[in-house]
């Protein structure tokens, strides 16, 4: 059973950096995607990155240049990158799993099978 948990929320001056970590486990297959998504109070769940695991990735337009996703196959991890953090930005980051190299192309929640519980992204002005 695949299991997926974040970590390295936390609160932030706009301007600042966060990196956060997504440890996966539990998966049998080559092949795999992990994405990034956020939702701030009162707002619908947007993706934001997303990487396979042969390190492609892509971007919300909101983040481009700002943040980046990156894996470490050895220790079955991926990791989301913020710098230049603004107020915008303050949510719950969650972490989703699929198999597929090709499911990273998808940035709709609806496309991801496996969810983390969350870690909270806040930044202040």
């Known amino acids: 059973q695949v299991r997926v948990v974040e970590s390295g929320g936390g609160s932030v001056q706009e301007g600042g950096s966060l990196r956060l970590s997504c440890a996966t486990s539990g998966h049998t297959y080559a092949f795999w995607s992990v994405a990034w998504f956020r939702q701030a109070p009162g707002k619908e769940r947007e993706g934001v990155a997303s990487?396979?695991?042969?390190?492609?990735?892509r971007y919300a337009d909101s983040v481009k240049g700002r943040f980046t996703a990156s894996q470490d196959t050895a220790k079955d991890t991926v990791s989301l990158q913020m710098n230049d953090l603004k107020s915008e930005d303050t949510a719950k980051y969650y972490c989703a799993f699929r198999y597929g190299r090709e499911s990273y192309r998808r940035l709709d929640s609806g496309s991801w099978d496996i969810w983390g519980q969350g870690t909270q992204v806040t930044v202040s002005s």
């Open positions: 990487i396979n695991d042969d390190g492609i990735t």
